[in-house]
């Protein structure tokens, strides 16, 4: 069963660190980070293709890398400086071979107080 499930989250202080991770059954072309704060429309964190290139959010840049591990299947965000905008539900998604069927983990809580 292919599936995305994360893991990390939690609250922190404004310029802290917290790092996500996804855990993914089956294999992906690319793999992302999405948030969505309340209110608004889900996002773009960050990317990074089977091959390893990535692509960050403007907001993101500098502050959060992404980390693909192929061998163990797994995704992982470390979010330092963080801000409280960055206050967020957290969503691992995935393009899944060979259909290139999009997959969405249930999400992870990210909340950074002032």
């Known amino acids: 069963q292919v599936q995305l499930v994360e893991s990390g989250g939690g609250s922190v202080q404004a310029g802290g660190s917290l790092r996500l991770s996804c855990a993914a059954s089956?294999?992906?072309?690319?793999m992302g980070w999405y948030r969505q704060a309340p209110g608004k429309q889900r996002e773009l964190v960050a990317r990074?293709?089977?091959?390893?290139?990535?692509i960050y959010a403007d907001s993101v840049k500098g502050r959060f890398t992404i980390f693909r591990d192929n061998g163990k299947n797994t995704l992982d965000l470390q979010m330092n400086s963080l801000k409280p905008e960055d206050t967020a539900v957290y969503y691992c998604?995935?393009?899944?071979?060979?259909?290139?069927?999009?997959?969405w983990g249930q999400g992870t809580q990210v909340t950074v107080s002032s």
């Open positions: 998604n995935g393009f899944s071979r060979p259909l290139y069927k999009e997959y």
């Open positions: 990074i293709s089977s091959g390893g290139i990535t």
């Open positions: 089956g294999s992906f072309f690319t």
